[in-house]
T-cell receptor, first 116, second 111 residues
Framework: GAVVSQHPSWVICKSGTSVKIECRSLDFQATTMFWYRQFPKQSLMLMATSNEGSKATYEQGVEKDKFLINHASLTLSTLTVTSAHPEDSSFYIC????????????FGQGTRLTVV | ELKVEQNPLFLSMQEGKNYTIYCNYSTTSDRLYWYRQDPGKSLESLFVLLSNGAVKQEGRLMASLDTKARLSTLHITAAVHDLSATYFCAVEATNAGKSTFGDGTTLTVKP
């Protein structure tokens, strides 16, 4: 099956610093990447959708200048949390899809971000 | 806006018993997913349902889809402790290109 590799698995950073999370598709070309955030005991909330070579589409209420998404190749997408604050602490999960305009069932392992 | 409602949100079962988790959604859909999530882990894909009347089974879990009723069910047969986890349904509305998740059902199977 399709493998999506997400790194790091966990990260602790100081308030005000930036953190980059990588999501790679290992055995297929990911035309579309989805980035989700999950707070404890809650569901997944879609943050943004990115198509390779295009700008990401952000969901309502998600600050595009704070959560920078790059999808420059068919196997790599990155999410950078800029000027992180404690309220950004969450579980971030990527999902990679092979078709533009379709959701995907292939998820990365997730990244636990703790901002102190 | 697509709304996805799962119930129950919490389910405590005895081993060996059967139960059903329900997933209702508010608009027409192209596909529906069921996932399992263990504590601290990412999602594991269980089923993808693409058409009305679709039924898929894997082990003690069986999922079905009724697009006319906008309802999917995840049926658990003869539950065992290893099935304890949180189960999510996710729905891709027609032409949406993205999924909306239900709130999840936390299942605890007791001996």
């Amino acid at each position: 099956g399709a493998v999506v590799s997400q790194h790091p698995s966990w990260v602790i950073c100081k308030s005000g610093t930036s953190v980059k999370i990588e999501c790679r598709s290992l055995d297929f070309q990911a035309t579309t990447m989805f980035w989700y955030r999950q707070f404890p005991k809650q569901s997944l909330m879609l943050m943004a959708t990115s198509n390779e070579g295009s700008k990401a589409t952000y969901e309502q209420g998600v600050e595009k200048d704070k959560f920078l998404i790059n999808h420059a190749s068919l196997t790599l997408s990155t999410l950078t949390v800029t000027s992180a604050h404690p309220e950004d602490s969450s579980f971030y999960i990527c999902s990679a899809g092979t078709k533009r305009g379709r959701s995907s069932a292939f998820f990365g392992q997730g990244t636990r971000l703790t901002v102190v | 806006e697509l709304k996805v409602e799962q119930n129950p949100l919490f389910l405590s079962m005895q081993e060996g018993k059967n139960y059903t988790i329900y997933c209702n959604y508010s608009t027409t859909s192209d596909r529906l997913y069921w996932y399992r999530q263990d504590p601290g882990k990412s999602l594991e894909s269980l089923f993808v349902l693409l058409s009305n009347g679709a039924v898929k089974q894997e082990g003690r879990l069986m999922a079905s889809l009724d697009t006319k009723a906008r309802l999917s069910t995840l049926h658990i047969t003869a539950a065992v402790h290893d099935l304890s986890a949180t189960y999510f349904c996710a729905v891709e509305a027609t032409n949406a290109g993205k999924s909306t998740f239900g709130d999840g059902t936390t299942l605890t199977v007791k001996p």
